[in-house]
Nanobody, 125 residues
Framework: QVQLVESGGGLVQAGGSLRLSCAAS????????MGWFRQAPGKEREFVAS????????YYADFVKGRFTISRDNAKNTVNLQMSSLKPEDTAVYYC??????????????????WGQGTQVTVSS
């Protein structure tokens, strides 16, 4: 079992930056691929970024490449999402997610077994 709690969301102007963090509990965190997803009002939850257990592989949605960076610290049981050059269309609730077991990172939300409660990110124009 993995429990996830996101933090770091808030209101920021377009062009600004935010750093989201996800604190994980559970002894299997260091072996779990992690991902960030987001959901805007009236839209489906979509993939943002993911990272495998060793940080050797990362994946990004095309719309965040070059602006967002995912990272993890297995010693601290955290995964972070550094977001820069934010746009109003990045406004959404951002969710941290974990895969069960020693599995590779993917881009599909259906592959992730554990989810946090989400943190709101609002980008004003």
């Amino acid at each position: 079992q993995v429990q996830l709690v996101e933090s770091g969301g808030g209101l920021v102007q377009a062009g600004g930056s935010l750093r989201l963090s996800c604190a994980a509990s559970g002894r299997t965190f260091s072996r779990s691929a992690m991902g960030w997803f987001r959901q805007a009002p009236g839209k489906e939850r979509e993939f943002v970024a993911s990272i495998n257990w060793s940080s050797a592989r990362t994946y990004y949605a095309d719309f965040v490449k070059g602006r967002f960076t995912i990272s993890r610290d297995n010693a601290k049981n955290t995964v972070n999402l550094q977001m820069s050059s934010l746009k109003p269309e990045d406004t959404a609730v951002y969710y941290c997610a974990a895969r069960a077991g020693l599995l590779t990172a993917t881009t599909s939300r259906d592959d992730y077994a554990y989810w946090g409660q989400g943190t709101q990110v609002t980008v004003s124009s």
